[in-house]
Nanobody, 123 residues
Framework: QVQVVESGGDSVQAGESLRLSCVVS????????MAWFRQAPGREREGVAV???????RYAESVKGRCTISRDNAKNTLYLQMDSLKPEDTAMYYC?????????????????WGQGTQVTVSS
């Protein structure tokens, strides 16, 4: 059974950086597409970045230029480096995975989800 566990969330000041990590167990992620989503209170879950199974990257416009998604297949781990954080980045961040190709930031495309890690950015 595939399990997804995020870590790295924290409370930071605007302009600071964070790196989120997502460890997958139960299968090797080399043939998976992986993504980060986030959800702020009272808002729908939205996609942040996706790293598809062929190595393609896609970012939400709201984080483009400030976030970098990467993966280490040997460690079965996905990362999200977030720089120049803004208060509007405050949300619960979720890691998602699906076997095979998925290159869109659409929640139905991903089968496995973690419990989330909280990022809070204060001004």
């Amino acid at each position: 059974q595939v399990q997804v566990v995020e870590s790295g969330g924290d409370s930071v000041q605007a302009g600071e950086s964070l790196r989120l990590s997502c460890v997958v167990s139960g299968d090797t992620i080399s043939t998976y597409s992986m993504a980060w989503f986030r959800q702020a209170p009272g808002r729908e879950r939205e996609g942040v970045a996706v790293f598809d199974s062929f190595g393609g990257l896609r970012y939400a416009e709201s984080v483009k230029g400030r976030c970098t998604i990467s993966r280490d297949n040997a460690k079965n781990t996905l990362y999200l480096q977030m720089d120049s954080l803004k208060p509007e980045d405050t949300a619960m961040y979720y890691c998602a995975a699906t076997f095979g190709f998925a290159d869109r930031l659409r929640t139905p495309d991903f089968d496995y989800w973690g419990q989330g890690t909280q990022v809070t950015v204060s001004s």
